[in-house]
C-alpha cells in the first residue's frame, strides 16, 4: 500500500464521518426541531436528510394520539390510558373511554413557540394533550348530573367536551334551582354551574391552550361510559319508579281509552241498530211501494181483462146471433128442401125406411113365437105344424097391409099401358 497518500485519506475519511455525523433523516409522519451550537432553531417538516452540523435535533411526530378506551390497544399511540376518570355535578364518580387525535402546528414559529415550552413530543402529549382532555372532560361532567349522562345526555357530553378540549374551557356561571333533596325528601335550593351564552347564541370559550400552541383537535369520539354502583342503583330504582308509574299512567290512560272506546261503541251500537231499524223501514216501505206497484199492475190488468172478456162476450154474442140466424136459415132451407123432395116423391125414401123398420120389428117379434107346437095331444102331427105357418104367414101379411096403409104407400108394381 502507498503510504503516500495515507494523510489525505485519513482526512477525507474524518470529514467523512464529521459529515455524517452532522446530518439527519427526517421520517414521514415526523418533523424535527433542530438546534444548532450557535442557539439558532430549525423545523424539518418535510421527509429527507437535513444538516445538524453539531446541534441537537428533536423528533416529534406529526399527529399525536391519546387512547383511552377500554381495548388498551394503543402500541401506535402517544397516549395509552384507561379511561378518564369524571365527577358529575351530583357528585357521583364515573369513568369516560374513548380516542383522540391532535395534529401540531405546520408553521415553523408556532412550532418552535411548542418545542421552547415542552421541549419534546412526549412532553407535549402528557403536560398539554392529556392536560386538556382530562380537564375537558371533568368541566363537561359538572354541567350535568350523572344520571343525565347516563340516561339522555350522552351526545350532548361528546359534544361539550369535543368543544372545551378544541376551542378551551366554557366560561360558566352559577344558577340557583329549586330541587327535592333525595335523602330528605325536602325542598332546597342548589347553586350549580351553567353555560354563558354570548349575543350570537354561541357558549362563549376562555382562553384555550391547544389554539395557543396551533394544535387542532381532528378526531374525537367516546366509547363508552363507566359509573360508580351507588349511581347505577338510584339509576336503576329511579328507573324501575319511572316505569312503574309510566305504566300506572299507561294502565289509566288504557282504561279511560277503554272506558271512551265502550262509550264510543255503545253509541256506534246505537247508530247502527238505529240505521238498521231505517235500513227496515226503508226496506219495508220499497216492499209495500213494490206491493202497491204490483197491485195496482194487477187491478190493471184485471180491468184490461174484463174489457177484454166484454169484448169477447160481445163478440160471442155477435157469434151466437149470427149462428142462430145461420141455423135458423140452415133449417129453414134444410126443411124447404125436405119438403119439396117429399113433396116431389110423396115422401117416398122416408116411408120405405119407415116400412123397413117395422116390418124387421114385426120379423123378429114373429121370430121368438113357436108356431108349432113342441107337443101335441090328440091330433095329427103334420096337420097341427102346417096351421102354425099358415097363421104366421097370415099375420105378417096383415102386418104388412096395415103398415102400408098407415104410411100410405102404395106396394103395388105399376103397369105398363
Known sequence: MNTKYLPQIIIVAIVGMLLIMSAGINDAGNRTVVQYPTGKLLVKFTPGIYMKWFGTATVYRDVLTYDYDKTND???????????????????????????????????????????????????????IKTVT?????LTAGLMSSEAAYTEKRS???????????????????????????????????????I????????????????EYGIHVNGFQITDWNFEQKTLNQISTKREATMAIITAKANAERAKQDALTAEEQGKANVMTAKYEKEVEKERAVVVAEQQKEVAVIRAEQLVDVAEQQKLEAE?????????KQEQIL?????????????????????KLMTY??????????????????????????????????????????????????????????????
Open 74 to 128: 394503543g402500541a401506535t399511540a402517544s397516549m395509552v390510558q384507561l379511561g378518564i376518570p369524571v365527577r358529575y355535578q351530583d357528585g357521583g364518580t364515573g369513568t369516560v373511554y374513548g380516542k383522540a387525535r391532535f395534529s401540531l402546528p405546520n408553521d415553523e414559529v408556532t412550532m418552535l413557540n411548542l418545542h421552547k415550552a415542552f421541549r419534546s413530543n412526549a412532553g407535549v402529549a402528557s403536560k398539554l
Open 196 to 211: 354563558t351564552y354570548g349575543e350570537d347564541g354561541r357558549p362563549v370559550h376562555l382562553k384555550s391552550d391547544l389554539k
Open 356 to 417: 123397413e123398420a117395422v116390418m124387421n120389428r114385426f120379423a123378429q117379434a114373429i121370430e121368438k113365437q113357436k108356431w108349432v107346437p113342441e107337443i101335441q095331444m090328440g091330433t095329427s102331427s103334420g096337420n097341427s105344424a102346417g096351421e102354425g105357418g099358415s097363421n104366421a104367414m097370415a099375420l105378417i101379411d096383415m102386418l104388412s097391409v096395415k103398415t102400408a096403409k098407415d104410411l100410405a104407400l102404395d106396394m103395388s108394381l105399376p103397369t105398363n099401358n
Open 134 to 138: 382530562e380537564e375537558g372532560m371533568n
Open 156 to 194: 350532548i357530553f361528546t359534544q361539550w367536551a369535543n368543544e372545551q378540549i378544541a376551542g378551551g374551557k366554557y366560561q360558566t356561571e352559577l344558577k340557583q334551582i329549586s330541587t327535592v333533596d333525595e335523602s330528605t325528601g325536602k325542598r332546597v335550593v342548589k347553586n350549580i354551574p351553567v
Open 330 to 350: 140452415r133449417g129453414e132451407g134444410d126443411g124447404e128442401y125436405k119438403r119439396l123432395v117429399m113433396e116431389a116423391d110423396g115422401a117416398l125414401a122416408q
Open 315 to 323: 163478440q160471442k154474442k155477435l157469434a151466437a146471433v149470427e149462428y
